[in-house]
């Protein structure tokens, strides 16, 4: 197996990025694809694009299961803040936290305003950000689908018309993400102008998907992980993050989707 990383830039600034696990017989074509996907992307074309392959030990690959997915509806990208704050608070992250990273992603979480690389590693009790470099992050990586898992996620997904590939590479970085120990939950929306979709995932609710987090148009996008570690044990976790293979050759359930309506969750 091989990992294959693209991440491009434009103006200076993170473009995009993907993340694959593939065997060497794919690696080319997946390659290809990434390359492709940063010269036409809805942000416009890239200016740098850097692709990293690294051949894994197989001993090291961890195979695991993807979580439930339900979508919860909402009337706008207000009402979603809504839903995915309040679920952040029952998965138990402060409200100042909630706060805290909510207007970090709306103003732009790195240091210039702009959107991040990777994740910010939020204090899930503080609000404190613990990332070693803010402007980077932290970015997951080494995490796919197995063939069987990928062509089961696409029959399911279809059942409720979500199968589209940034639906099933945030549920796959997700799905890594809420293994890491002292994972307590995640908030995303994309920084994509055109994909208003956001999400909340969790060891304890899985993977709960909101239509709309942000208004169409806005550029502004990123990433929280909300933590509860040792400080000691913060390197452990992004190396978890960062490093380890995993392979999810099992999917979860698809729920059906529920309205959400104010203080119900
Ligand atoms: P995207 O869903 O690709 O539009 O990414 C939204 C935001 O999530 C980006 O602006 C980054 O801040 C963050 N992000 C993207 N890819 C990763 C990754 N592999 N690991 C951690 N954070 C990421």
Same mark, same amino acid.
């Given at each position: 197996?091989?990992?294959?990383?693209?991440?491009?830039?434009?103006?200076?600034?993170?473009?995009?990025? $993907?993340?694959?696990?593939?065997?060497?017989?794919?690696?080319?074509?997946?390659?290809?694809?990434?390359?492709?996907?940063?010269?036409?992307?809805?942000?416009?074309?890239?200016?740098?694009?850097?692709?990293?392959?690294?051949?894994?030990?197989?001993?090291?690959?961890?195979?695991?299961?993807?979580?439930?997915?339900?979508?919860?509806?909402?009337?706008?990208?207000?009402?979603?803040?809504?839903?995915?704050?309040?679920?952040? @608070?029952?998965?138990?992250?402060?409200?100042?936290?909630?706060?805290?990273?909510?207007?970090?992603?709306?103003?732009?979480? $790195?240091?210039?305003?702009?959107?991040?690389?990777?994740?910010?590693?939020?204090?899930?009790?503080?609000?404190?950000?613990?990332?070693?470099?803010?402007?980077?992050?932290?970015?997951?990586?080494?995490?796919?689908?197995?063939?069987?898992?990928?062509?089961?996620?696409?029959?399911?997904?279809?059942?409720?018309?979500?199968?589209?590939?940034?639906?099933?590479?945030?549920?796959?970085?997700?799905?890594?993400?809420?293994?890491?120990?002292?994972?307590?939950?995640?908030? @995303?929306?994309?920084?994509?102008?055109?994909?208003?979709?956001?999400?909340?995932?969790?060891?304890?609710?899985?993977?709960?998907?909101?239509?709309?987090?942000?208004?169409?148009?806005?550029?502004?996008?990123?990433? $929280?992980?909300?933590?509860?570690?040792d400080p000691r044990s913060l390197s452990v976790l992004m190396d978890f993050l960062q490093q380890r293979p995993v392979l999810f050759d099992r999917i979860g359930h698809l729920l059906p989707p529920r309205?959400?309506?104010?203080?119900?969750?």
């Amino acid at each position: 197996m091989y990992s294959v990383r693209m991440r491009s830039r434009r103006h200076s600034q993170h473009h995009s990025g $993907a993340e694959r696990l593939v065997p060497s017989d794919g690696v080319e074509q997946v390659a290809a694809a990434m390359i492709r996907r940063a010269l036409h992307h809805s942000r416009g074309q890239a200016e740098t694009i850097e692709l990293v392959i690294d051949e894994l030990d197989s001993e090291q690959i961890e195979y695991a299961v993807l979580p439930d997915v339900q979508t919860w509806q909402v009337s706008d990208f207000q009402q979603g803040r809504r839903a995915a704050a309040e679920l952040l @608070c029952s998965l138990g992250v402060s409200p100042t936290a909630v706060e805290t990273a909510f207007a970090d992603i709306i103003r732009g979480a $790195a240091p210039n305003g702009g959107n991040m690389r990777g994740a910010m590693l939020v204090d899930a009790d503080s609000g404190g950000r613990l990332e070693p470099d803010p402007a980077r992050g932290v970015r997951v990586s080494r995490m796919d689908l197995s063939a069987e898992a990928r062509r089961e996620l696409s029959r399911v997904l279809q059942q409720q018309n979500l199968d589209r590939e940034p639906v099933r590479e945030a549920l796959v970085l997700a799905a890594k993400v809420r293994m890491a120990s002292g994972i307590v939950a995640e908030l @995303c929306w994309s920084d994509d102008p055109d994909y208003t979709a956001g999400y909340v995932a969790s060891p304890q609710r899985g993977y709960v998907r909101f239509p709309t987090l942000k208004p169409l148009g806005d550029q502004r996008g990123g990433r $929280a992980f909300f933590v509860r570690v040792d400080p000691r044990s913060l390197s452990v976790l992004m190396d978890f993050l960062q490093q380890r293979p995993v392979l999810f050759d099992r999917i979860g359930h698809l729920l059906p989707p529920r309205v959400w309506r104010e203080n119900s969750s």
